[in-house]
């Protein structure tokens, strides 16, 4: 419907509570701590449940995907739990800009949120391109570099928990060293300090790296790509590392900045071959840059540990990604998501979950559908897509993953075999 635009203001941002829905406990977890030390009343929702996907339901088109679904969920859910003052709430939703259908996800809020009768509640997007601008939100260079530090930790993060958790000697050790640490981490995002910083990642990944774990145990690997949310909220997509971990395997997920850095990279191609223009190559390469600048530090000590290994630029992912899948594939995670796959496979995780919102099409065409190719190019591949949404049987999900993990464990079974 024509509505007015209700802006959040600089006077809003000293009293009014901003929502923010959650997509990865780990990532926003630290995140949060970025928003408040700029001065922003943030509440993060991280409560979901089966109510939060029925309200969703009911202000969102069952056409939709997914994500939509849960993060519309959350965010009507609050506003009608009367935790809080509605005339001083605020609501923030991320917009992609792209051809991805998440750039409706603020159109699709805002029709819920005046049907549900709370249409003068300011509407806040968060994107990197600044579609809408609202003067008390601002995503200036403090703020960015804020965030950027703490999503790197929660790559790292997830890169040596997941890493070390299935081996561990004493149950708990893991998480307890993680709980740890994103305490510790907290201070340098506020601060905005790189060189405490970069002291964290060194001294996380050294923990980590000396944290006793089985080393004679030998589990089969395997990654973890697909749609943003899906891939990394834990309800979206059933407790899938859970599941890995229950199951006797290890999940390697890949890291939440570098679909950044793919959105960054594609204003490289729009310029040499699309209608993007000399600035936005520019511009990319800066914002390239500039993330780098947080991940160098993160990337030596990584290749210098025992345990873990780096992630490669999105430089060398464009190269490897370019013989099998056009770098022309924008929507969604696009040819990123091919990309992944193919960096999963070459770096010793022949296996891999895509795990995928029903009715997401961009993930169907560079996920699924290079099954069969990356197959052809990787025989050792063992890929499996498997569905998510709210009508999905999750017993058909699970029987999905183990037919996956029989034929992983197969296949380490016979290279053990022959190294013997």
């Known amino acids: 419907p024509e509505t007015d635009k209700i802006l959040f203001t600089e006077e809003m941002k000293k009293d009014y509570t901003v929502l923010i829905p959650q997509m990865s406990p780990i990532h926003f977890d630290l995140a949060q701590d970025a928003f408040t030390s700029e001065g922003y ?4 929702l991280t409560e979901i449940n089966p109510q939060t996907v029925e309200i969703g339901q009911k202000y969102v088109n069952n056409d939709a995907c997914y994500p939509a679904i849960i993060v519309i969920g959350q965010l009507i859910q609050a506003l009608e739990s009367g935790e809080y003052d509605l005339n001083h709430t605020a609501v923030v939703i991320s917009q992609t800009g792209g051809v991805c259908r998440a750039t409706n996800y603020s159109s699709l809020l805002k029709r819920a949120m005046i049907d549900a009768g709370y249409g003068q509640i300011p509407l806040i997007t ?3 391109t600044n579609v809408e601008k609202h003067p008390g939100f601002k995503m200036d260079r403090p703020l960015l570099g804020k965030l950027i530090m703490a999503f790197t930790l929660g790559d790292l993060f997830l890169r040596v928990l997941y890493r070390v958790r299935p081996y561990e000697l004493e149950k708990g050790s893991a998480d307890a060293l993680y709980r740890k640490w994103a305490r510790r981490c907290r201070r340098a995002i506020a601060e905005n300090s790189l060189k405490r910083f970069e002291r964290c990642v060194r001294e996380i990944i050294h923990e980590f790296d ?3 774990i089985d080393e004679t145990l030998v589990k089969p690997k395997v990654g973890v790509v697909g749609e943003i949310l899906v891939k990394y909220h834990p309800y979206a997509n059933n407790d899938l590392v859970d ?3 229950r199951e006797g395997a290890e999940a390697v997920v890949p890291d939440m900045v570098g679909f950044f850095l793919y959105c960054c990279y594609d204003s490289i191609f729009d310029h040499r ?6 600035m936005d190559e520019v511009t990319g390469r800066i914002l390239i840059a500039f993330m780098e600048r947080y991940r160098k ?3 030596k000590e990584l290749s210098a540990s025992k345990r873990f290994s780096p992630p490669c630029s999105i430089y060398e992912l464009a190269d490897i990604a370019r013989n099998v899948i056009s770098l ?9 998501l091919t990309g992944e796959m193919i960096e999963l496979i070459e770096s010793g995780v022949p296996n891999i979950v895509c795990a995928q919102p029903f009715a997401c099409l961009p993930n169907h065409v560079t996920g699924k559908a290079m099954i069969k190719s990356l197959g052809k190019q990787f025989p050792g591949a063992n890929i499996v897509a498997v569905d998510y949404d709210p009508g999905a049987s ?8 183990k037919l996956m993990l029989s034929v992983a464990n197969r296949n380490l079974r016979v290279e053990q075999a022959k190294a013997e």
């Open 41 to 44: 009343k943030i509440k993060l």
């Open 297 to 299: 530090v993160m990337k």
């Open 328 to 336: 022309g594939h924008h929507a969604g995670e696009g040819w990123f």
């Open 243 to 245: 599941v890995l971990e």
């Open 394 to 401: 999750e017993v058909n999900q699970l029987n999905r993953i």
């Open 210 to 212: 000396e944290l006793p």
């Open 273 to 278: 071959y699309m209608s993007g223009t000399w």
């Open 126 to 128: 968060f994107s990197m």
